[in-house]
């Protein structure tokens, strides 16, 4: 059993929660579920950073004091966690007297090492993001590059922290240990950073009243980032004596995963300053600082300082806690920004709960009582026990990898395949032959036996409804994923009737007369294509004079400075590898392409796409604006016209 510690950032409370916190918060709950469940010694911690201009000017235009306002905000939390079904063992407030002697303690070790002094300082100040930028890091017209706001110039005598004492040693750290910073892209962008040189930095503020004072120098208030960064060891003891120090001892000291998961635009506090702040005061670095992406609307990122906030109370309300958890699970890869959309939400819950988990679950459940009253007795073989195999194999992969879309693509693998089993094996049409009884049980046993794995592994991603498939089912719900193996299905259990576990919705009434803008925009786009020339058919010489070929993918890798863009080398069955350029990067990761199989237009003439010649093009189906490659059912050589 190792020790494992994972964090969220600490939420700044300019506002309530909204489906960036919630993203961040069901992540760290699921890696926390799964490590429990995997048998880990696991501590969650999440909260709230309280302190700081911004929050001082909020809630003096509010009329209210700063604390009144933070606790205004605060109180937001504690029932959106419940609801959403968050395990959190610790929830830390920047304002609480445990985290000011946790800074107190940091700022001691901080100064004895000799890395404090005071000078006057100037820099563009951003109040939402709390942070000094240097004018070649500002957007056109002087704006913040995060928040897109005018900064402001500000001059006073701070303290500084001698940040750059640390860049050598954080750059052999980065180099020591190349699972610091992740993904490799972002570890790649800090690295870029600290070589460029490091300034000291700005640890005080002076006037500003809301925050903690700055011991041993009056006037003084404590930089919000050195305050707030402090919390992931204030809040398990640090600098409170012995007796309150175990959580820090056993979970900091002695843990064999300290993971904090961050939003990118926050990584370079918590990938620079944070660890320079650790080896200043002679403390452990984490293991592991996770950059995920955003979530965009209309291309630009979700926040309340943009303004275009997704709030979650209705889709809770409508859908419930699992169904948004396992979207957000599925839908984006951690690392990368990912487009929110009610549309894309309600598509994602029909698909893949209505229809995968739901509708499989309930037609296995409605056969077996038919055909037994009861889980069917367990007959004969499947090849259904090798897929599962294969399918946890990858869902432990993707779990401990934290790619998450990938280890629930690997489950609904299983769901699909237990799927075709049935319509291959058609029970309905033997529940009345005796002779063909055993059949029957064969073919349900393992079909439900698939799902029971799946509802297994869907614990920590979907906790109420995963339970909910497993009682329908007839088994008992384990707290463990350490066994996912073939043949754990109960034999003549009862199964009990229940409603639908995931009902399906229909989009346009639950839309009504408000229709998305997506939708809205296809309409007007149908509307005006009425006044234009109705598409002519085409002939099927003309169709085959387009030629589609299965190609098989030998490598891929990413073109420098493109974000959607991937270098494929293909086999179409000729004496050599083409070279196609796709625009699923977005979708893709490289090292998953190798080896598939994808069908492609064959006879397109060459065209360069960032610099790379294109010979050919990869056939994608379009879901939501985001490309699904097309595979052959089977595997065919490479080379075969498809018609």
């Known amino acids: ?23 961040t918060t069901v992540v760290a709950d699921v890696i926390a579920r ?50 959403l079904g968050i395990t959190h063992d610790d929830f830390i407030r920047t304002t609480e007297p445990r985290h000011a002697q946790g800074v107190e303690a940091m700022i001691a070790r901080i100064e004895a090492r000799g890395d404090l002094y005071a000078a006057e300082h100037e820099g563009y100040y951003c109040a939402s993001c709390e942070a000094f930028y240097t004018e070649k890091e500002l957007l056109p017209g002087g704006r913040c590059p995060s928040h897109e706001k005018e900064v402001e110039l500000a001059r006073e005598e701070n303290l500084f922290f001698r940040l750059s004492r640390y860049q050598q040693q954080l750059l052999e750290w980065y180099d020591r240990n190349p699972q610091a910073v992740q993904p490799e892209s972002r570890l790649n962008e800090v690295r870029s950073f600290v070589e460029a040189g490091l300034r000291d930095l700005s640890v005080s503020r002076k006037g500003l009243a809301w925050g903690i004072p700055f011991p041993g120098h009056p006037g003084h208030t404590v930089y919000v980032w050195l305050d707030a960064l402090t919390n992931y060891v204030s809040a398990l003891g640090f600098g409170r004596g012995d007796d309150a120090e175990e959580l820090y001892r056993r979970f900091w000291v002695e843990s064999d995963v300290r993971l904090h998961l961050v939003g990118k635009d926050i990584l370079r506090f918590h990938a620079v300053y944070w660890p320079a702040f650790l080896m200043s005061a002679g403390l452990p670095l984490p293991t592991t600082i996770y950059a995920h992406g955003w979530w965009l609307r209309d291309e630009r990122k979700i926040s309340k300082s943009v303004g275009n906030v997704v709030q979650p109370d209705e889709l809770l309300e409508r ?23 009610d549309e894309g939400f309600i598509d994602r819950y029909n698909s893949d709960l209505a229809n995968d988990l739901g509708n499989t679950t309930s037609r296995l459940l409605t056969l077996s009582r038919r055909a037994f009253g009861a889980t069917p007795p367990r007959r004969g073989g499947s090849p259904l026990a090798a897929v599962a195999e294969e399918a946890v194999a990858g869902y432990h992969r993707g779990m401990a990898g934290y790619a998450f879309n990938r280890a629930l693509e690997c489950l609904w693998k299983l769901l699909a395949a237990s799927n075709q089993f049935l319509v291959a094996r058609e029970p309905w049409k033997k529940l009345k032959d005796e002779a063909a009884k055993d059949d029957v049980a064969e073919t349900l046993w393992h079909a ?3 799902v029971r794995i799946v509802a297994q592994a869907l614990l920590p991603v979907m906790p109420a409804k995963a339970a909910e498939v497993l009682a329908a089912l007839g088994c008992p719900v384990e707290t463990t994923l350490s066994d996912l ?36 925009g296809k309409a007007a786009a149908k509307t005006a294509a009425k006044t234009e020339k109705e598409p002519e058919l085409i002939s099927i010489d003309q169709f085959f004079a387009t030629e589609l070929k299965v190609a098989t993918v030998l490598a891929a890798e990413a073109i420098p400075k493109s974000k959607k863009l991937l270098k494929l080398s293909v086999d179409v069955g000729e004496e050599e590898p083409r070279t196609l350029v796709a625009g699923i990067a977005e979708q893709y990761a490289a090292e998953e392409l190798t080896g598939k199989q994808v069908v492609v237009v064959a006879n397109l003439k060459p065209a360069k796409l960032m610099g790379v010649e294109s010979n050919g093009m990869v056939l994608a189906a379009s879901e939501g604006g985001k490309p699904v490659l097309l595979h052959p059912a089977a595997p065919v050589p490479p080379g075969t016209r498809v018609r």
Do not use: C
Request: aromatic share 14%; proline share 8%.
């Open 1 to 23: 059993m190792s020790r494992f510690y994972v964090t969220t950032p600490i939420y700044y409370v300019n506002g309530p929660p909204h489906i960036g916190h919630i993203y």
């Open 319 to 341: 859908f419930g806690a699992d169904a948004l958890r396992y979207f957000l699970l599925r839908e984006m890869v951690f690392g990368q920004d990912a487009q929110f959309s």
């Open 485 to 520: 193996g073939w043949g754990g299905l109960p034999e003549g259990a009862e199964l009990p009737e229940t409603g639908p576990i995931f009902p399906r919705i229909d989009k346009k009434a639950y839309f009504g007369d408000a229709a998305p803008k997506a939708a809205a």
């Open 448 to 450: 439900m036996e698939a």
């Open 34 to 83: 799964y490590r429990r469940a995997m048998g880990d010694e696991t501590y969650f911690l999440t909260g709230t950073d309280e302190h700081g201009q911004n929050i001082e000017r909020t809630a003096r235009e509010r009329g209210m004091t700063p604390q009144a306002w933070a606790d205004e905000i605060v109180a937001h939390y504690p029932p959106l966690w419940s609801r």
